[in-house]
């Protein structure tokens, strides 16, 4: 094993460490690529987080339900001839249901679809409103059955509104033609990769506006680091590494879009600082604005330094001042937040994580997999496209249906 495959699997990959503020705001502490070691940068995420995919969890015999992917059938006729995945996750409540069967026989028909699904959610809230409303005359007991079911019926719209998001990221896949990875399961391969995917490399890179992928190339040459030029490689490497490293990178696609998207307006708008400023002007000292190095795909001297090329973007990034960043680098929804860790779920299974007496996590017993760099590369892209695009269709849902926070 060199040295690039075990820096892979050694490092911490996924935000890590969590602690409560007094309002009960959950803060993650991020590490791993994008993330310099020891930096200021904490990612906000209102009411929930990833501590699905990172805490200890029941065995795997004593799990619910198992979230299998909705799959593409040919025709009724033919269900046990021919049929594939078209995402990972499986969608369970009756409107993702139904958004599932129009993605298989009709996706161009979804955007309408989701339009009929958001009216009726808003109808339902506006309903559940004016019930609160006369709720008041009733007597003790009966308010706290009423409040019980308005939690209940507010907790399935939410899980509603996730899955419409989910059902609008997989269609933006579709209509690019790029099909997304599906659950990685033990291979057939005779090498025993799991990679035997298409690559679709170049189209998950035309996705991404020039200065957006100057980011991303810098965030897979900190992941990849000698090996972004050695594709075909094959290492061993923890499922669970890997599954940290493609739930970071999801996070890391929705930052830079959310940043892209207003680096792309003051450009239009010729608002940009001209010949000198921050659009060409390398930073002084990155290791000066921590959390802005790290999160903007900076490091320091050491490590994957190197790697690292002067980005238009990453210099704009740099310019925010720290409220500004901490803004940007915050997931807006708990939705958003159930998607990232729900997906990363269904694609990689649910980590069984043994903690020591000594409170170390224990990865002596992490199942192993064979995957490629090339293949890695393609799971960096598609997770990173995944954060673009959840940035958009929760910024697109959000319009019509007001649940993000900020």
Known sequence: ????????????LLPHETSRNGTGSIFLTASGPGFTPGSKLQLRLKQNSLTRFSKPLQSSTTA???????????????DDASSKPIAPLQLESPAGQFLSQILV???HLV???????????????????????TSSSLPGTDIVLYRRIAELKENERRRTLEEILYALVVQKFMEANVSLIPSITPSSDPSGRVDTWPTKVEKLEQLHSPE????????????????IGDLTSVAQISKLRVGQVYAASVIYGYFLKRVDQRFQLEKT????????????????????HPEVGSFAGGVSAKGFGSEIKPSRLRTYVMSFDSETLQRYATIRSREAVGIIEKHTEALFGKPEIVITPQGIVDSSND??????????????????????????VESH??????????
């Not at 708008?269 to 000066?288: C, T, Y």
């Not at 199942?367 to 958009?392: H, N, P, Y």
């Open 1 to 12: 094993m060199d040295a690039a495959t075990a820096s892979l699997i050694r490092s911490p």
């Open 64 to 78: 619910s339900k198992t979230r299998r992917s909705f799959v593409v059938k040919a025709s009724a006729a033919s």
């Open 105 to 107: 026989s009709h996706p």
């Open 111 to 133: 955007p309408a679809a989701v339009e009929q699904q958001l009216e009726q959610l808003q109808t339902d809230r506006d309903s559940q409103g004016q019930n609160t409303d």
């Open 212 to 227: 957006m992928y100057e980011m991303i190339h810098n965030h897979l040459a900190l992941i990849l680091g000698s090996r």
């Open 269 to 288: 708008m010729k608002l940009l600082p001209g010949s000198g400023g921050a659009e060409e002007k390398q930073p002084e000292d990155v290791s000066s």
């Open 367 to 392: 199942e192993q997999i064979k995957i490629s760099f090339g293949g890695m590369k393609r799971l960096v892209l598609e997770a990173v496209t995944f954060g673009s695009f959840l940035w958009d």
């Open 397 to 406: 849902v959000d319009a019509r249906y007001q649940f993000v926070l900020n």
